[in-house]
T-cell receptor, first 116, second 115 residues
């Protein structure tokens, strides 16, 4: 079973629009971490945020904001006033304890295209 | 502080050959993860090394192997290359293995093309 689901394969918006990237996760652990990464065309994954399972406080960083809701097992990412430079593939990931290992499991990613 | 570095950036091999990919983690990081990102797919977990030992591996055949050196750098070897092994191979490192409050930092990847 897929542990991290990013149902949106591709999203296309026009610059200055707000856009939300969805992430739904599945885990039986009470302690776990959620992440968002950005992968620009260069290929390197850039870490954006980490959220632990005990902290449901939403976070805002500039134009980026994250909404973590344990009740719906979701960790959504919103970009406000999108810019062309936001065009990239965004990955949501889950890290949980499994037999002593802590391996990030990634969703399939959402490709965001921001048109000028 | 230097990030995770991978070499080579690009690698072209012929089917049946062997490929060796290298990764240097961030200084102080003891865990190294390898992922395969094939076209159209997400990141598939390959291997996890920590403190010089293989701690876990994903659902890949044994011809995918690797090791971690005393300086925590790592090598991924792919034997008997097949066309479907063509992918971006990403290496990541993190600080400790027994805490969940550390994120993995990624290198720029090695683009392996098998012809």
């Amino acid at each position: 079973a897929q542990k991290v689901t990013q149902a949106q394969t591709e999203i296309s918006v026009v610059e200055k629009e707000d856009v939300t990237l969805d992430c739904v996760y599945e885990t039986r652990d009470t302690t776990y971490y959620l992440f968002w990464y950005k992968q620009p065309p260069s290929g390197e994954l850039v870490f954006l945020i980490r959220r632990n399972s005990f902290d449901e406080q939403n976070e805002i960083s500039g134009r980026y904001s994250w909404n973590f809701q344990k009740s719906t097992s979701s960790f959504n990412f919103t970009i406000t006033a999108s810019q062309v430079v936001d065009s990239a593939v965004y990955f949501c990931a889950l890290s949980e304890e499994t037999g002593g290992s802590y391996i990030p499991t990634f969703g399939r990613g959402t490709s965001l295209i921001v048109h000028p | 502080e230097a990030g995770v570095t991978q070499s080579p950036t690009h690698l072209i091999k012929t089917r049946g050959q062997q490929a060796t990919l290298r990764c240097s983690p961030i200084s102080g990081h003891t865990s190294v993860y390898w992922y395969q990102q094939a076209l159209g797919l997400g990141l598939q977990f390959l291997l996890w090394y920590d403190e010089g030992e293989e701690r876990n591996r994903g659902n890949f055949p044994p011809r995918f192997s690797g090791r971690q050196f005393p300086n925590y750098s790592s090598e991924l070897n792919v034997n008997a290359l097949e066309l479907e092994d063509s992918a971006l191979y990403l290496c990541a490192s993190s600080l400790v293995r027994d805490r969940l409050n550390t994120e993995a930092f990624f290198g720029q990847g090695t683009r392996l093309t098998v012809v």
